[in-house]
């Protein structure tokens, strides 16, 4: 039965609907600045995409547009998501789920931001510089924003390195001073900082930013705690400071710190860290004039090898002793772009062997991707290997796989060695083969800067020239390692590195045109290879008389079949 209302009651009746309908102009504003939000993202990536789609790899060439393209599909998307999961727009949604399997992970944004931050270390690049853009080779600029540079320090606190949490929080305050617009205020900033700074022991900078926190949002719980904490600390300090005064003992404190307001770099796990990136840089290099005079240019035939006498190769010494060479022309462009071809759907987390387990296992000294190629995948392989052999003299049968590798946003591999120590005697155990011999590396791309391989030991950079191969030996005639050949891939800082590398070895005892170490009494040590033997008659010896010229073949006498 319906209730009867007094005019009074209608009247209330009235202005409910009255605020139903400021109810639902505040919904049609919300969902008008949702979709003007929508709409202006959509411009921004429409732009953005046919510009990076035009070039692909131009673009990912800067390291900058590489980390914001892995941070945008993984948080900015994201965002947008949960904008657009407000309303009913399925459609969208469906598309965006589907997609999601294929964007990166937080880990992926994570090891991105890192990758910066190894640009900035190697090439002594401050926060500015990279936030700016400002890259030497680079054809599209691109810059970092405030959220951006936020997003760096957060990167860098959570891996516990506050060192470069500091310079990146610092930047995103710089430009949120200078009134660049951005959704992450100045308290959340000044919280990440200011705890960054303590860690380094600047008590006093720590407490001054910490103030200025507390200025802006005196509710925040956590920096009153740490502002009374910091005052606990400073009121001990200057207790320990009057009683040392009252002893006459030196004052240290930490003022000079806070003056300098700069943090020195953490030392870590690679001794010869400062010699390594100096090298990358293009410095340091021991390139002096009386060794100069000792390299040359000249033809290489390969010891007259049949398939080189009309077309030998153009062999250039990169470096006297040790001794290494770099050969020219010795890939196509279609040969490269074959390998590329093959070698991309196969491309995987480069791995290192763990010298205590024998198990590989991802490391963060390489970072690239890698993909082993046989010569049963296409004639092309098949070719690069032959070509390899006949420039060097040496026997492929025993060699790895053809690796080829790719590095691409700070892809890097630290100072290691080609050849296994001592105390690696099983190294290549599963191969079947023993240490490897020498190292024959092609470079598939040009890089438009960083990217050398350098070797730490004797001050050597050597840089990508696509189409160009370098070689040199791993061990010494006794077969024992040569240590100065300890060398790493230098972080690309821009540009994409491609490279194909042949790891040749040795295997003894056997006789079946594989390489040995041997010695024939006369010229000591040489890396040699049996000839087939075939019935009734006697086998040859191909030796290379590593006392010599390395790339000097020498036919020995005749030996007895076995």
Not at 38 to 58: F, H, N, V
Not at 318 to 345: F, G, T
Request: charged share 30%; with cysteine.
């Amino acid at each position: 039965m319906a209730k009867l209302r007094t005019p009074g009651q209608m009247t209330d009746l009235i202005y409910a609907e009255k605020d139903l309908v400021q109810s639902l102009k505040e919904y049609i504003r919300a969902e008008e600045n949702k979709l003007s939000q929508i709409k202006s993202w959509a411009e921004k990536m429409d732009a953005l995409t046919s510009k990076s789609t035009s070039d692909p790899e131009g673009y990912l060439a800067h390291p900058v547009n590489a980390y914001k393209l892995v941070k945008r599909l993984n948080t900015d998307w994201l965002e947008l998501e949960n904008l657009v999961l407000q309303d009913t727009t399925n459609g969208f949604i469906a598309n965006l789920t589907i997609q999601r399997q294929f964007f990166p992970t937080e880990e992926d944004e994570t090891g991105a931001a890192k990758a910066l931050m190894r640009l900035q270390d190697t090439y002594k690049l401050d926060a500015e510089t990279l936030s700016r853009g400002n890259l030497p080779g680079t054809k599209y600029r691109s810059t970092l924003t405030v959220g951006d540079c936020f997003g760096m320090g957060k990167a860098a606190y959570n891996d516990g390195d506050y060192y470069h949490t500091v310079l990146w929080m610092e930047q995103a305050l710089k430009q949120h001073d200078e009134g660049e617009e951005t959704a992450v205020s100045k308290v959340e900033i000044l919280d990440y900082l200011s705890y960054a700074v303590f860690q380094f022991g600047d008590l006093h900078r720590a407490m001054e930013l910490t103030r200025r926190l507390i200025s802006l949002d005196s509710t925040h719980e956590r920096a009153g705690s740490n502002l009374r904490y910091f005052e606990k600390l400073l009121e001990k300090e200057r207790e320990e400071e009057e009683r040392e005064k009252s002893v006459n003992k030196t004052v240290t404190t930490t003022e000079a710190v806070v003056q300098s307001g700069a943090y020195e770099r953490p030392l870590d796990y690679l001794p010869e860290r400062d010699i390594y990136e100096a090298l990358c840089r293009g410095e340091g290099v021991k390139m002096t004039p009386r060794r100069q005079k000792r390299l040359f240019c000249r033809y290489h035939d390969g010891n007259r090898n049949p398939h080189l006498l009309i077309a030998p190769f153009k062999e250039e010494d990169e470096w006297d002793s040790p001794h290494i060479v770099r050969y020219y022309d010795v890939m196509s462009d279609e040969e490269i772009e074959k390998i590329k071809q093959l070698a991309k759907p196969r491309l995987a987390r480069a791995t290192v062997r763990d010298p205590k387990t024998g198990v590989l296992t991802v490391a963060s000294y390489r970072v690239s991707k890698s993909s082993w190629l046989e010569e049963d995948d296409d004639p092309v392989v098949a070719k690069v290997n032959q070509r390899m052999q006949q420039i060097t003299g040496l026997t492929v049968k025993t060699a790895e796989l053809l690796q080829v590798a790719n590095y691409g946003m700070g892809g890097q591999y630290e100072p290691h060695f080609d050849f296994s120590r001592k105390d690696e005697p099983d190294a290549f155990k599963r191969l079947g083969t023993g240490n490897r011999v020498a190292t024959f590396l092609n470079y598939m791309s040009d890089v438009e800067a960083g990217g050398a391989t350098v070797f730490p030991d004797f001050g050597a950079a050597i840089w990508p020239k696509k189409g160009t191969a370098v070689f040199w030996y791993n061990l010494f005639r006794s077969g024992e390692g040569d240590y100065r050949t300890r060398h790493a891939a230098c972080p690309v800082l821009v540009g994409c590195k491609w490279g194909v590398k042949q790891l040749l070895q040795k295997l003894l005892g056997s006789s079946s045109g594989v390489a040995e170490v041997v010695s024939d009494g006369f010229r000591g040590e040489q890396l040699c290879r049996f000839c087939e033997c075939q019935s009734g008659k006697a086998a040859h010896l191909l030796c290379i008389a590593w006392d010599e010229h390395p790339y000097t073949q020498q036919l020995q006498p005749e030996l007895p079949c076995k």
